[in-house]
């Protein structure tokens, strides 16, 4: 077995997405805390070495299917270099090496992590799994299910730091990853056709349904945002509390953007990938981090 292609299998690029363990620390305003942001560092490859686990048993499972993918086809299992019975295995021990970070984490960290930390790591692997198997290819609730573990990585960074989760936080990602979940389906309709419906179940003509539930998510996740900007939490939060109202056009500008792409044919592949690497999606991160700044 290549080191490389074992490397691929693990698809070390998407861990860029638990990043999101630290925005509970952010949004509490615990960054001044060492100890939180230790907290976060373990919860993070935590969840790294559990998303890995998720990829390298979904090639597994999908290996024959994936061979019928113009993309996918080069992924390690798919292309014959890692076979499928190791990557079930490499999937077990990252589990098993999880499992015991987390008993190590909780045993010898100085603050004990929340009961949501508890719930986040086996819900996410749980979710993983049941998306490998079976959940991807029920309509509606594959991307339920995908948002869902966005959000379960939201969960372990507030458990992780033990801080209240704000009810505010949860409804605001569970908008936007569903419709950034929407998003990807529509762009793999829109590149493969009805080719698609192979591996996911929908058809070609459910890409209009597709864009206005996604983009309908979207403004929800965006109205979410402006309650949450009059309710009692900012006013205690922040000392300029009005302020944190101009995060809302700049995240709505943002979604637009991303739905604007997308039906251009301009988004490639995975959006949150892509907002990782867009220079403009970081502009936007700036600003809003700069909004946040502005009103503490």
Not at 34 to 61: E, I, K, R, T
Not at 99 to 108: N, Q, S
Not at 112 to 137: D, E, H, I, N, V
């Given at each position: 077995?290549?080191?490389?292609?074992?490397?691929?299998?693990?698809?070390?690029?998407?861990?860029?997405?638990?990043?999101?363990?630290?925005?509970?620390?952010?949004?509490?305003?615990?960054?001044?805390?060492?100890?939180?942001?230790?907290?976060?560092?373990?919860?993070?490859?935590?969840?790294?070495?559990?998303?890995?686990?998720?990829?390298?048993?979904?090639?597994?499972?999908?290996?024959e299917r994936d061979r019928g993918h113009p993309g996918k086809a080069h992924?390690?299992?798919?292309?014959?270099?890692?076979?499928?019975?190791?990557?079930?295995?490499?999937?077990?021990?990252?589990?098993?090496?999880?499992?015991?970070?987390?008993?190590?984490?909780?045993?010898?960290?100085?603050?004990?992590?929340?009961?949501?930390?508890?719930?986040?790591?086996?819900?996410?692997?749980?979710?993983?799994?049941?998306?490998?198997?079976?959940?991807?290819?029920?309509?509606?609730?594959?991307?339920?299910?995908?948002?869902?573990?966005?959000?379960?990585?939201?969960?372990?960074?507030?458990?992780?730091?033990?801080?209240?989760?704000?009810?505010?936080?949860?409804?605001?990602?569970?908008?936007?990853?569903?419709?950034?979940?929407?998003?990807?389906?529509?762009?793999?309709?829109?590149?493969?056709?009805?080719?698609?419906?192979?591996?996911?179940?929908?058809?070609?003509?459910?890409?209009?349904?597709?864009?206005?539930?996604?983009?309908?998510?979207?403004?929800?996740?965006?109205?979410?945002?402006?309650?949450?900007?009059?309710?009692?939490?900012?006013?205690?939060?922040?000392?300029?509390?009005?302020?944190?109202?101009?995060?809302?056009?700049?995240?709505?500008?943002?979604?637009?953007?991303?739905?604007?792409?997308?039906?251009?044919?301009?988004?490639?592949?995975?959006?949150?990938?892509?907002?990782?690497?867009?220079?403009?999606?970081?502009?936007?991160?700036?600003?809003?981090?700069?909004?946040?700044?502005?009103?503490?």
């Amino acid at each position: 077995m290549q080191p490389l292609a074992l490397i691929r299998l693990l698809r070390p690029h998407q861990w860029t997405k638990n990043l999101l363990v630290f925005v509970p620390l952010i949004t509490s305003h615990s960054w001044g805390r060492p100890q939180a942001w230790s907290a976060a560092l373990v919860v993070f490859a935590l969840m790294c070495a559990l998303a890995s686990a998720g990829y390298a048993l979904n090639d597994a499972l999908d290996a024959e299917r994936d061979r019928g993918h113009p993309g996918k086809a080069h992924r390690p299992i798919a292309a014959g270099v890692i076979s499928p019975a190791t990557g079930v295995v490499v999937a077990l021990l990252l589990v098993i090496a999880a499992v015991l970070a987390t008993w190590l984490f909780a045993r010898w960290h100085d603050t004990p992590p929340a009961m949501s930390l508890y719930f986040a790591l086996p819900a996410y692997l749980l979710g993983t799994l049941g998306y490998s198997l079976w959940l991807k290819r029920l309509v509606i609730a594959d991307v339920c299910v995908l948002s869902l573990l966005y959000v379960l990585r939201i969960v372990a960074g507030a458990g992780a730091i033990a801080v209240p989760l704000s009810p505010w936080l949860l409804a605001f990602a569970g908008f936007v990853f569903l419709s950034l979940a929407m998003v990807k389906r529509v762009i793999e309709y829109r590149e493969r056709g009805d080719a698609a419906s192979a591996s996911r179940p929908y058809r070609h003509d459910d890409v209009p349904m597709l864009e206005m539930a996604g983009i309908s998510a979207a403004m929800c996740s965006v109205l979410v945002l402006a309650l949450y900007t009059q309710s009692l939490d900012v006013r205690r939060l922040y000392a300029q509390p009005d302020i944190v109202f101009l995060l809302c056009p700049v995240m709505l500008y943002w979604l637009l953007r991303v739905w604007l792409h997308a039906r251009r044919g301009q988004l490639p592949g995975d959006p949150v990938l892509f907002a990782i690497r867009d220079p403009v999606s970081w502009c936007c991160a700036i600003a809003m981090l700069l909004v946040v700044l502005w009103a503490m």
